[in-house]
């Protein structure tokens, strides 16, 4: 989890503490940008393609968390 959160951190080049209960509006990086770094990440890194629908959906940290499948 601590791997998956620091990849997150990472690709949205976050320096605050986050949590899986993080809301992602709270994050100031999720913008236009951070979505878009985090749609290239998962389908680099977990080939997975993020819908606009399931962007849509995504609330908190745990959320991207969860598609992130190795």
Partial sequence: MDKKIAKF????????????????????EWDSMGKISTIVMLAD????????????????VGDILDLMNE
């Avoid at 993080?22 to 994050?27: E, I, N, Q, R, V």
């Avoid at 606009?52 to 959906?57: F, S």
């Fill in 45 to 60: 890194d977990y080939n997975h393609t993020l819908t606009y629908d399931e962007l849509k959906e995504l609330k908190v």
């Fill in 9 to 28: 951190k990472d690709t949205i080049e976050c320096d605050e503490p986050i949590t899986p209960q993080t809301p992602l509006d709270s994050l100031a």
